[in-house]
């Protein structure tokens, strides 16, 4: 069975990709990226007080809503290939990326107690199956990715 799907161009590194039968978006390479290179700058549309789905945390009770809007499109894997580097605000390639390839980051690098659990599908040979922050996962395990400036401090590394 083939899936549908919608690709929506909406800068000159990334394309929005919607599943026709899920409705389910996630963000695209549009160019090759190489690692350690800056794929963009982001901002703060927003800083609320408490977690949502789409927030990156930066602090205890900061949490922004990311501008541009559609890097919230940016999905779990506990094998990313990008790093919200919220020091500098500025998304980075943490390995090389293909074009059509989905950008992923590890959820728990940025986030400490998410406000709600999911259960992985990422898939990867490190699946953690369950993510829900920082907070709850063993230092070892965290150690192995990089992490925001915040996490880092909430560990004392």
Same mark, same amino acid.
């Given at each position: 069975?083939?899936?549908?799907?919608?690709?929506?161009?909406?800068?000159?590194?990334?394309?929005?990709?919607?599943?026709?039968?899920?409705?389910?978006?996630?963000? %695209?390479?549009?160019?090759?990226?190489?690692?350690?290179?800056?794929?963009?700058?982001?901002?703060?549309?927003?800083?609320?007080?408490?977690?949502?789905?789409?927030?990156?945390?930066?602090?205890?009770?900061? %949490?922004?809503?990311?501008?541009?809007?559609?890097?919230?499109?940016?999905?779990?894997?506990?094998?990313?290939?990008?790093?919200?580097?919220?020091?500098?605000?500025?998304?980075?390639?943490?390995?090389?990326?293909?074009?059509?390839?989905?950008?992923?980051?590890?959820? /728990?690098?940025?986030?400490?107690?998410?406000?709600?659990?999911?259960?992985?599908?990422?898939?990867?040979?490190?699946?953690?199956?369950?993510?829900?922050?920082?907070?709850?996962? /063993?230092?070892?395990?965290?150690?192995?990715?990089?992490?925001?400036?915040?996490?880092?401090?909430?560990?004392?590394?």
């Amino acid at each position: 069975m083939q899936v549908s799907e919608k690709i929506t161009k909406i800068s000159s590194y990334a394309e929005i990709r919607e599943c026709q039968t899920t409705s389910y978006k996630s963000l %695209h390479a549009a160019i090759e990226l190489q690692l350690g290179e800056v794929i963009c700058k982001f901002g703060n549309k927003e800083i609320l007080d408490r977690p949502n789905y789409l927030t990156v945390q930066i602090g205890d009770s900061q %949490h922004i809503m990311l501008d541009p809007e559609y890097l919230h499109y940016i999905n779990h894997s506990c094998s990313p290939n990008v790093f919200f580097d919220t020091e500098n605000m500025v998304l980075i390639a943490l390995r090389n990326i293909e074009i059509g390839e989905e950008f992923t980051f590890f959820y /728990p690098s940025t986030e400490w107690s998410m406000d709600r659990g999911f259960d992985c599908i990422c898939q990867s040979e490190n699946c953690l199956e369950y993510i829900q922050g920082a907070a709850h996962l /063993p230092l070892n395990v965290l150690t192995k990715y990089e992490l925001s400036d915040y996490i880092k401090q909430k560990l004392g590394i």
